[in-house]
Nanobody, 118 residues
Framework: QVQLVESGGGLVQPGGSLRLSCAAS????????MGWYRQAPGKQRELVAG???????NYADSVKGRFTISRDNAKNTVYLQMNVLKPEDTAVYYC????????????WGQGTQVTVSS
């Protein structure tokens, strides 16, 4: 009933930038926290960045100073601006959100591939 649709992934050279978007749709009363996770081959999924409904953010140490998470509550959308990309940023990036319908439920997007390579 709720879907998270991601866009913006792709192939980029080291030092380049990408902007990921994730729009939530469906039966939504309110969206609480939203975030971005990533999973590289052979590694566990990790939190990249999170943002509360009030705009408070947190980041993994590996991306601080390079990535910026933001949200547009009117559009039910969260963004991840990724700058100075490194090969180690290569992963499948997943959008995540806590969404209130009649109860609060955690949802995942299908994932979008980000590849940083020369």
């Amino acid at each position: 009933q709720v879907q998270l649709v991601e866009s913006g992934g792709g192939l980029v050279q080291p030092g380049g930038s990408l902007r990921l978007s994730c729009a939530a749709s469906g039966s939504i009363f309110r969206i609480e926290a939203m975030g971005w996770y990533r999973q590289a081959p052979g590694k566990q999924r990790e939190l990249v960045a999170g943002i509360t409904s009030g705009g408070r953010t947190n980041y993994a140490d590996s991306v601080k100073g390079r990535f910026t998470i933001s949200r547009d509550n009117a559009k039910n959308t969260v963004y991840l601006q990724m700058n100075v990309l490194k090969p180690e940023d290569t992963a499948v990036y997943y959008c995540n959100a806590d969404i209130v319908g009649h109860t609060i439920v955690n949802y995942w997007g299908q994932g979008t591939q980000v590849t940083v390579s020369s």
